[in-house]
Structure formats: C-alpha cells, structure tokens
C-alpha cells in the first residue's frame, strides 16, 4: 500500500509540474460549476427575486442544477482526458479542443456514474460489507467510459479487472486520502476565513459577504478539486499498468 501510495502522489505532482496552467483553470471552472446553485440562489436572494416569485426562484434553480451537472460531467472527463495524455507524453490540447472531444463521452459518463451508484447502493441494502466490495471493485469503471471507450458492462468488468489482488490497498489509501483532503480542506477555509475577516461581518453588505464568501470557495474548491481529480486520475495509471505488466 505505502509504494502504490508514493508511486500515485510522485506521479500526481510529476503531472501537475508539466501544466499547472491547465490544472488550475480546470480545478477553478469545476468549483465555479459546482457552485452554480449556491451562485444563482444567492443572487435571487439579493434581488428579492425569490421572495416576489419564488415558484420562478424554484424552476430557475432547477435548471441551474441540470446546467451545472451537465458543466461537471464534461469537466471532469475532459480533465481526466487532458491528465492522462499528460502522462503519456501526448501533444497538449487546447482546453477547448479537450472539451469539444468530451462531449461523446457525457452520456456514457452518466450512466456509470449512475449505475455505480445504485450497484453500490444496492450492496449498502443488502449487508453493508457488499456495499464496500462494490464499491472498490467498480471505483475504476468511470475511466474505463472516460479514457478507454468501452461500454458500461464492459467497463465494470475492466475496473474489477484492475482492482483484483490490490483491493485492500486501494480501499486503504482511498480512505487515508480522502481524511488528509478533508483536514486539509478545513485547515484552508479557516486560514481563508480568518484573512478574509478583518473587517467585522458585521459592516459588511450582503453582497460584500456574498462575495467573501464566493472568493473562499473558489480558492478552496480549486485547490482540492485539482488534488483530488489528478491524484486519482494517476491512481487509475498506476493501477493500470501494473495490470498490463
């Protein structure tokens, strides 16, 4: 577990080094997406929108949600995609051709996000241990759509194939990585908050917090969306390789 550990951060920021431009822009434009409700509510807020018409306010925020799942979805492919044509020394794309070549892959994407759920999901129903199983197995099964163009059958199979005799050690280091972003993510939000906060909230207008606010989640969420997004991206490399060996 400690080599497959070392061997995915060393890779990880190995990437990072060849394009932090790229990276960045991505981490930043995945956290701006994900914060489309948060974003358009407060806004319907601060115009009294939702307090006039709030059946507008609730049908607006509805379709802001389907946009900013739509924008996630082919973000995260197109990052995964850019990351790992990093890693084979591929020619750099524009994050705009990444895009364009992105889009074939949403609908499949979907699905294996949808059928990785209720699989997972159902094992939680059954005993909660095939919750767990299922959810090692099969944690690779969005590359296979995203980077391998196979089908979603296929690509369950493919990310059981990957994860088979290493399972214990993925769901170790999955387990340790997510509790170091997560600390990680609270350490920075409190620095953030406490720089931002010199001014007491207070005096602050409403549209002053809201963006405070705003400004926290955009450096924070960047930060972790890149460490997340790339360290399991490199993850998935290693893996896969060692399976071809």
Request: charged share 10%; net charge positive.
């Amino acid at each position: 577990m400690k080599q497959l550990l070392k061997q995915s951060w060393n890779r990880f920021i190995a990437l990072i080094q060849k394009n932090p431009s790229h990276c960045i822009i991505y981490g930043l434009m995945l956290t701006l997406s994900s914060s489309l409700v948060f974003i358009s509510g407060n806004i319907l807020q601060l115009t009294n929108i939702a307090q006039k018409n709030p059946q507008f306010a609730m049908v607006f925020q509805v379709i802001v949600l389907c946009i900013s799942t739509a924008l996630i979805l082919i973000l995260v492919i197109s990052m995964v995609r850019f990351l790992a044509r990093l890693h084979q020394k591929d020619s750099v794309r524009t994050i705009q051709q990444e895009l364009s070549e992105a889009v074939p892959f949403m609908i499949p994407a979907f699905l294996i996000i949808i059928m990785y759920n209720i699989i997972v999901f159902g094992g939680f129903l059954l005993l909660l241990i095939p919750g767990f199983i299922f959810s090692i197995w099969y944690f690779f099964s969005f590359f296979g759509v995203a980077l391998e163009n196979k089908g979603i059958r296929e690509s369950l199979s493919y990310s059981k194939k990957l994860v088979q005799g290493r399972a214990w050690s993925l769901f170790f280091i999955l387990i340790l990585f997510n509790i170091l972003l997560g600390l990680g993510g609270k350490l920075l939000t409190n620095i953030l908050n406490i720089l931002l906060s010199v001014t007491p909230l207070a005096t602050i207008p409403p549209l002053g917090i809201f963006i405070l606010t705003l400004v926290t989640i955009s450096i924070t969420g960047t930060i972790l969306t890149v460490l997340h997004v790339g360290f399991v991206t490199s993850l998935y490399t290693i893996f896969k390789e060692k399976t071809t060996q």
